[in-house]
């Protein structure tokens, strides 16, 4: 079983930067579409980001220009550096390894708490 375990997240000031990391223990890590997203308290899940196995990258509007997706495969690790972050940022914030595209299956690690706030 494939384990994704996110960390990094913690307590900032608006306008603060943090980077989130998510370490996985999967071998084919760099065949996995790595993707990043958050839960508002009493919001929707939504989508921020993801990067090809290929390099692909894609953005939701909420994180363009000020968060950067990026991955390590030979660490097995993904990251979400996070700029300028506001009070509208506050969630927890989840990876998923995404091999769908292949029958690799998809994996989501238990989240990591982002709270912005003075």
């Known amino acids: 079983q494939v384990q994704v375990v996110e960390s990094g997240g913690g307590l900032v000031q608006p306008g603060g930067s943090l980077r989130l990391s998510c370490a996985a223990s999967e071998s084919r890590f760099s065949l996995y579409t790595l993707g990043w997203y958050r839960q508002a308290l009493g919001k929707h899940f939504e989508f921020l980001a993801s990067?090809?196995?290929?390099?692909?990258?894609n953005y939701a509007d909420s994180a363009k220009g000020r968060f950067t997706i990026s991955r390590d495969n030979a660490k097995n690790m993904g990251y979400l550096q996070m700029n300028s972050l506001k009070a509208e940022d506050t969630a927890v914030y989840y990876c998923e390894l995404d091999g769908t595209a292949w029958s690799g299956g998809s994996y989501w690690g238990q989240g990591t708490q982002v709270i912005v706030s003075s």
């Open positions: 990067m090809s196995s290929g390099g692909t990258l």
